[in-house]
């Protein structure tokens, strides 16, 4: 046999015996105290990563770093909306929504997967993965048994479980369990409803163990868990935690469902740090006493474009989220390992005795030399046709997701005082006769602004909006986006609206028309090009301008904002090309255009 045949032979024997590997059909179960793996205990050293927030070229390297830091198991999450962002719609193929593909990666790289499809998710994510159009009917109500909620809900259980079916480990695949809801016992108490979410999914075709997860408190536990399922806790930190869980749910395994490395960063807030210490004296408990754990997150990734989500537990606040999903996680934004990655990763080896496989390469990261940009006409010159209305509604009354909505009105009354935005969600400039009065924003708690006096008989009042995220936890979870009620002038309600919506979508932003500015009307937009002769990661720094959002070849990289804490946002290689790259920025308050550049990391 000569040694192309030999090679030939060796190369379909490794492929035979690879496929059969795969397709090798073991079993998981769930005990009285252990996860079940082929009859064995499992010890779950699980690390969660969201496709969604990765792009799609990076997934194997994610994957990677989460092995080689010791983890045998990746935690996923599905966004819904990510899926199916028109009614009956869905998409699991374009960009980075192929769940299966990314399922199958982490097969191949020999890892088991924890599904976690919602389908509310929480994670940070606008309405918590919930999608934005079934907010246009105004008596919606969600998480429970509410007739349209549910009907949407079953079309998205039906599509997803098509997608993912197949890679069960009951079918072969890697997917040990599949979590019923998230963390519902911090949010309702309807039983009914938790039950119907895991019939639905049965009803589909899920045959593997389910599992529930919830704050280690009774309430909690009593309102979320389900019988028969796996009570995971967010997270399970020492005795009492499991201890409490079992109690409140016996029978089954208990596991910390998520264990935190690192924690979120809202605007206007530092960046959250969390002591390291702290947390491998929880990991080396979960290690010591073979308790399977899950670390929320290994890699927190990006909320590319519009899809941060928020926070409020009050009426009047209101916490959105920054567009880096960083999380101070072990592998960084980029890819990167942290310190916090090497002390997990030595901790994991100590007390498993397992040697991990070496790191995959770094992806690198470039910088880029300054970049000028130009004025480029404003968000005045590009408006849309008007819709009449006789009072403000929220964009999802027209069909809106996200992004900006304009209400124009004649004021014909009063002309000047008091004006009040009541339910602002979230961010407005307001503007008479196209001069710039002021802000509104809605956690700033007043939600009056003073126009001044006018010598006009009947002024045009503009009210630029911009949604900033959906609220994703607890009960306000029903934050429709825009002027979601009325506006008044000294007491008087505003009738007779136009409204423009301005969703920002790459068809808005390929669009655009340049015009001639108005003095200092802002609202503009500005744009540049730039040469690369290679291409590699990089974070644009925005911390010349003011507010607003930046697209780079048509990707929109997300929000930038100056109150910080982020000023440098992410960009994957594969969004920039060699040759000609083109930005462009529109900023809410900016009047001049100022030069960016690209840098290395986050800070």
Not at 334 to 361: C, D, F, S, V
Request: proline letters at 6%; a neutral charge; hydrophobic letters at 35%.
């Amino acid at each position: 046999m000569n040694h192309f045949c030999l090679r030939v032979f060796l190369c379909i024997t490794v492929l035979f015996y690879g496929l059969q590997l795969q397709a090798q059909k073991h079993t998981f179960t769930l005990g009285q105290e252990h996860f079940l793996l082929d009859g064995k205990p499992f010890h779950m050293i699980s690390g969660e990563m969201h496709p969604a927030r990765i792009p799609k070229e990076y997934w194997k390297h994610r994957i990677q770093m989460a092995k080689a830091m010791g983890c045998n198991t990746i935690a996923a999450y599905v966004f819904w909306n990510y899926h199916e962002q028109t009614p009956g719609h869905f998409d699991f193929r374009t960009d980075n929504r192929n769940i299966a593909e990314f399922i199958k990666l982490a097969q191949q790289e020999g890892l088991w997967v924890l599904l976690r499809p919602g389908p509310y998710v929480c994670a940070e994510w606008d309405f918590g993965g919930i999608p934005p159009y079934l907010l246009a009917q105004p008596d919606l109500k969600v998480r429970c048994m509410d007739p349209t909620y549910l009907k949407a809900a079953e079309r998205y259980i039906k599509a997803l479980s098509k997608e993912v079916n197949h890679l069960q480990v009951t079918q072969g695949g890697p997917i040990l369990m599949v979590q019923a809801e998230n963390e519902y016992g911090s949010f309702g108490n309807d039983r009914q409803y938790m039950q119907t979410v895991q019939k639905l999914w049965l009803k589909n075709g899920i045959n593997v163990p389910f599992y529930t997860a919830d704050g280690p408190a009774t309430a909690n536990l009593k309102a979320g868990s389900l019988p028969g399922a796996a009570t995971g806790l967010d997270p399970g930190a020492s005795q009492a935690d499991f201890d409490l869980a079992r109690k409140m749910n016996p029978g089954v395994p208990v596991f910390s469902a998520e264990t935190y490395p690192g924690w979120l960063t809202h605007w206007g807030e530092k960046w959250a740090r969390p002591d390291t210490t702290s947390l491998l004296k929880e990991v080396r408990f979960l290690l010591k006493n073979k308790l399977s754990f899950n670390l929320y997150v290994i890699h927190g990734g990006t909320n590319f474009g519009f899809t941060a989500g928020a926070n409020a537990f009050k009426p009047t606040e209101y916490q959105p989220d920054l567009t880096s999903y960083d999380y101070d996680a072990p592998v960084n934004e980029q890819g990167r390992p942290t310190p916090k990655y090497y002390a997990l990763r030595q901790a994991i080896q100590q007390a498993t005795g397992h040697t991990p496989p070496a790191l995959p390469e770094a992806i690198p990261a470039m910088e880029i030399p300054a970049i000028h940009l130009n004025a480029y006409g404003s968000v005045w010159n590009n408006l849309p046709p008007a819709k009449r209305v006789a009072q403000p509604k929220p964009m999802e009354a027209f069909g809106q997701n996200s992004g900006f909505i304009l209400y124009r009105t004649k004021l014909n009354a009063h002309t000047s005082g008091k004006l009040l935005i009541t339910e602002l969600h979230d961010y407005a400039t307001v503007f008479v006769d196209g001069k710039y009065v002021g802000h509104v924003y809605r956690d700033e708690g007043n939600h009056t602004i003073t126009l001044p006096k006018t010598d006009s008989k009947e002024p045009i009042l503009d009210i630029l909006v911009e949604g900033m995220g959906r609220i994703n936890f607890a009960e306000f979870m029903i934050d429709r986006k825009g002027i979601t009620e009325r506006v008044s002038l000294n007491g008087m309600t505003l009738m007779d609206w136009q409204v423009y919506n301005l969703p920002f979508t790459t068809d808005y932003i390929q669009s655009l028309k340049s015009s001639a500015e108005v003095a200092g009307q802002p609202g503009r937009f500005f744009k540049g090009t730039f040469e690369l002769s290679e291409t590699a990661d990089t974070f644009f720094d925005l911390s010349t301008y003011k507010k607003g959002v930046i697209y780079i070849n048509g990707h929109n990289l997300g929000r930038y904002w100056e109150r910080g804490p982020q000023t440098r946002l992410y960009c994957p290689a594969s969004w920039l090309k060699k040759g000609t790259n083109e930005v462009l920025i529109f900023d809410q308050h900016q009047l001049e255009a100022a030069t960016i550049s690209g840098k290395k990391t986050l800070e």
